[in-house]
T-cell receptor, first 114, second 113 residues
Framework: AQKVTQAQTEISVVEKEDVTLDCVYE???????LFWYKQPPSGELVFLIR??????QNEISGRYSWNFQKSTSSFNFTITASQVVDSAVYFC???????????FGEGTQLTVNP | DAGVIQSPRHEVTEMGQEVTLRCKPI?????LFWYRQTMMRGLELLIY????????DSGMPEDRFSAKMPNASFSTLKIQPSEPRDSAVYFC???????????FGDGTRLSIL
């Protein structure tokens, strides 16, 4: 069975600080997919990124960057120069190549204070 | 383009009543998912469909829950009879193909009194 671990339940930072959210995906599969979603206070779930396990290149999108390391099954998410609008719950999720079932982590509540 | 549309946004009803949640996926998406979110259990997949056919319903909690997808643009999740422990936010999501990003609706906040 797959398991997604987000070790940080809550993180609080001051605006403009960099922050990294951790995610570890446990699976027996050698090929799998990883995702990050954002859930702001308004409640909707917003897709941020999808990564497959055979692509270890880091990805950057504006202030967001993602680091995937297959050796440790970690898919960490960094927000550079955080802003108050980044305050949300962030979910990491993983899925196998067979089927579309996603397993979500418990989420990390990020609070960015002004 | 319109995203996933769910209705109603909020539902408050009494225990024992039938509840029907509705979802319109993004046009062209072949996969549709129903999730439930609670503080205790987080985000749980209840069931998903591919081309209107249920593929995996192992997350459906019990026989009181049923889901249908009569066509590519509409799905329902029914709870009958409802119980207070069914109170949660129910999300519908759709994706173009397997292992592609799932795009979520705004959710239905369900309260069973």
């Amino acid at each position: 069975a797959q398991k997604v671990t987000q070790a940080q339940t809550e993180i609080s930072v001051v605006e403009k600080e960099d922050v990294t959210l951790d995610c570890v995906y446990e699976t027996r599969d050698t090929t799998y997919y990883l995702f990050w979603y954002k859930q702001p206070p308004s409640g909707e779930l917003v897709f941020l990124i999808r990564r497959n396990s055979f692509d270890e290149q880091n990805e950057i999108s504006g202030r967001y960057s993602w680091n995937f390391q297959k050796s440790t099954s970690s898919f960490n998410f960094t927000i550079t120069a955080s802003q108050v609008v980044d305050s949300a719950v962030y979910f990491c999720a993983g899925g196998e190549t067979s089927g579309s079932r996603l397993t979500f982590g418990e989420g990390t509540q990020l609070t960015v204070n002004p | 383009d319109a995203g996933v549309i769910q209705s109603p946004r909020h539902e408050v009803t009494e225990m024992g009543q039938e509840v029907t949640l509705r979802c319109k996926p993004i046009s062209g998406h072949d996969y549709l998912f129903w999730y439930r979110q609670t503080m205790m259990r987080g985000l749980e997949l209840l069931i998903y469909f591919n081309n209107n056919v249920p593929i995996d319903d192992s997350g459906m909690p019990e026989d009181r829950f049923s889901a249908k997808m009569p066509n590519a643009s509409f799905s329902t999740l029914k709870i009958q009879p409802s119980e207070p422990r069914d109170s949660a936010v129910y999300f519908c999501a759709s994706s173009f193909w397997e292992n592609q990003p799932q795009h979520f609706g705004d959710g239905t906040r369900l309260s069973i009194l």
